[in-house]
């Protein structure tokens, strides 16, 4: 099975865009309604010395999403380097640490400081973006493996180092928001206009959650008709209702009636799959939206981190059951995408990383957004019903059937 790279990045980080100096990756994609037009939102990260603490060594950096689109079916990107797509607001009070909603409510503004890996995908009718997010920033992570642990330094305010502050953990745990997306404003790059905040998805004090993204239908689950979450708490024991054993950071699904009740109890959590193979390494996660590849069945990508071999991704194909949640019953047990290319491999960054964030199927061709190296971005296609007969050679465990 042969899933074929772009021969060099389409977007990539660039030392005269501070916003984008540093990182340029993991790029979400989607089809224009009207056109065929592919719009693409990148995650790109830079230094922010206007907020250098006194005592630190390192500025922080701001997290930010780069657009870029494409009317060739990916093989050439128009990039919009002049300013990014969506940045956070970097306010300090709890009192501003708000955002207006899509019915003109104030809640908290989960992704204040801190916005990465985008997904796209429409659901009734509309088009969705879902981010992880942070409320205040970080240092530069990556130094951690070099032995340089300066860059962890704690860039919250200290009202919000107390554990009365009125966010709770959601000061320091990674969530996720749910943004409508106008996309006549945000193919005109009216960017200010373009992103509705409709709610956040996941429950801070759960601690850690992350690639998380909705299902592109309902599901009648339960005797209702209820939209359908996929998500990887870090620490799976923090739902015991489904995994009470500690295991490695997973994938979940969780049901609501309606999206605001996903960060609450209203909420009904799912297992949906761990570790297995000797590549997967320390965790799994989802990495775009499902695709229908047949009355009944999901396409599902996923990614996978190891110590050694890094972020690599493979897939597996999901079986809709009449009034439940849907369940695996095909699974590569082979990594199907990595770092392979020359210009994929780690430079600036130690681990390898190949990490997908967007697929699109146009022409009967799935063509993949991904990150590579933490630096770059890149396009991969392949036919999407040759993928499909490929991952149902194998049953629900990765055994050949």
Same mark, same amino acid.
């Given at each position: 099975?042969? $899933?074929?790279?772009?021969?060099?990045?389409?977007?990539?980080?660039?030392? /005269?865009?501070?916003?984008?100096?540093?990182?340029?990756?993991?790029?979400?994609?989607?089809?224009?309604?009207?056109?065929?037009?592919?719009?693409m939102l990148f995650r790109a990260c830079g230094p922010? &010395?206007?907020?250098? @603490?006194? +005592?630190?060594?390192?500025?922080?950096?701001?997290?930010? @999403? %780069?657009?870029?689109?494409?009317?060739?079916?990916?093989?050439?990107?128009?990039?919009?380097?002049?300013?990014?797509?969506?940045? &956070? =607001?970097?306010?300090?009070? !709890?009192?501003?640490?708000?955002? $207006?909603?899509?019915?003109?409510?104030?809640?908290?503004?989960?992704?204040?400081?801190? $916005?990465?890996?985008? #997904?796209?995908?429409?659901? /009734?009718?509309?088009?969705?973006?879902?981010?992880?997010?942070?409320?205040? &920033?970080?240092?530069? +992570?990556?130094?951690?493996?070099?032995?340089?642990?300066?860059?962890?330094?704690?860039?919250?305010?200290?009202?919000?180092?107390?554990?009365?502050?009125?966010?709770?953990?959601?000061?320091?745990?990674?969530?996720?928001?749910?943004?409508?997306?106008?996309?006549?404003?945000?193919?005109?790059?009216?960017?200010?206009?373009?992103?509705?905040?409709?709610?956040?998805?996941?429950?801070?004090?759960?601690?850690?959650?992350?690639?998380?993204?909705?299902?592109?239908?309902?599901?009648?689950?339960?005797?209702?008709?209820?939209? @359908?979450?996929?998500?990887? !708490?870090?620490?799976?024991?923090?739902?015991?209702?489904?995994?009470?054993?500690?295991?490695? &950071?997973?994938?979940?699904?969780?049901?609501?009636?309606?999206?605001?009740?996903?960060?609450?109890?209203?909420?009904?959590?799912?297992?949906?799959?761990?570790?297995?193979?000797?590549?997967? %390494?320390?965790?799994?996660?989802?990495?775009? !939206? !499902?695709?229908?590849?047949?009355?009944?069945?999901?396409?599902?990508?996923?990614? =996978? #981190?190891?110590?050694?071999?890094?972020?690599?991704?493979?897939?597996?194909?999901?079986?809709?059951?009449?009034?439940?949640?849907?369940?695996?019953?095909?699974?590569?047990?082979?990594?199907?995408?990595?770092?392979?290319?020359?210009?994929?491999?780690?430079?600036?960054?130690?681990?390898?990383?190949?990490?997908?964030? %967007?697929? $699109?199927?146009?022409?009967?061709?799935?063509?993949?957004?991904?990150?590579?190296?933490?630096?770059?971005?890149?396009? =991969?296609?392949v036919n999407l019903a040759s993928l499909v007969e490929?991952?149902?050679?194998?049953?629900? @465990?990765?055994?050949?059937?």
């Open positions: 099975m042969v $899933i074929k790279h772009s021969s060099g990045p389409v977007v990539e980080a660039r030392k /005269d865009i501070p916003w984008a100096e540093t990182m340029v990756t993991n790029p979400a994609i989607i089809k224009d309604p009207e056109s065929n037009r592919i719009h922010w &010395p206007e907020y250098k @603490l006194e +005592y630190a060594k390192y500025p922080p950096y701001l997290w930010v @999403l %780069g657009y870029s689109y494409s009317d060739d079916l990916g093989e050439t990107w128009n990039t919009d380097r002049s300013r990014p797509a969506m940045m &956070p =607001a970097m306010n300090m009070t !709890p009192e501003t640490i708000r955002a $207006i909603n899509v019915h003109g409510k104030q809640v908290v503004d989960y992704a204040n400081a801190y $916005i990465e890996d985008p #997904r796209f995908f429409t659901l /009734d009718e509309k088009v969705y973006l879902t981010v992880c997010t942070r409320m205040f &920033p970080v240092g530069p +992570y990556w130094l951690d493996n070099t032995g340089d642990a300066s860059w962890n330094q704690d860039y919250k305010p200290d009202w919000a180092k107390k554990p009365d502050n009125p966010f709770g953990l959601g000061v320091k745990s990674s969530g996720n928001v749910l943004y409508e997306v106008d996309m006549e404003k945000l193919n005109n790059r009216d960017y200010k206009s373009a992103f509705h905040v409709v709610t956040h998805l996941t429950d801070p004090e759960k601690g850690d959650n992350r690639d998380v993204f909705l299902f592109p239908e309902k599901f009648r689950i339960n005797g209702k008709e209820q939209y @359908l979450l996929m998500h990887r !708490p870090v620490k799976p024991h923090n739902y015991p209702e489904v995994c009470p054993v500690e295991k490695k &950071p997973s994938m979940f699904m969780s049901v609501a009636e309606k999206l605001v009740d996903f960060p609450t109890s209203k909420a009904m959590q799912h297992f949906m799959a761990e570790p297995l193979f000797d590549w997967e %390494g320390v965790k799994i996660g989802a990495s775009f !939206p !499902p695709i229908r590849v047949s009355s009944s069945e999901w396409l599902v990508s996923y990614h =996978a #981190r190891h110590k050694v071999l890094g972020y690599t991704q493979s897939f597996m194909l999901m079986l809709e059951v009449e009034n439940d949640f849907p369940i695996v019953v095909n699974r590569c047990p082979e990594r199907m995408m990595y770092a392979s290319m020359d210009w994929e491999q780690p430079k600036n960054f130690p681990l390898p990383c190949l990490f997908s964030c %967007g697929g $699109i199927v146009m022409n009967d061709t799935l063509i993949i957004s991904y990150g590579a190296a933490d630096e770059m971005g890149g396009i =991969a296609k490929h991952v149902k050679q194998y049953d629900a @465990l990765g055994k050949k059937l």
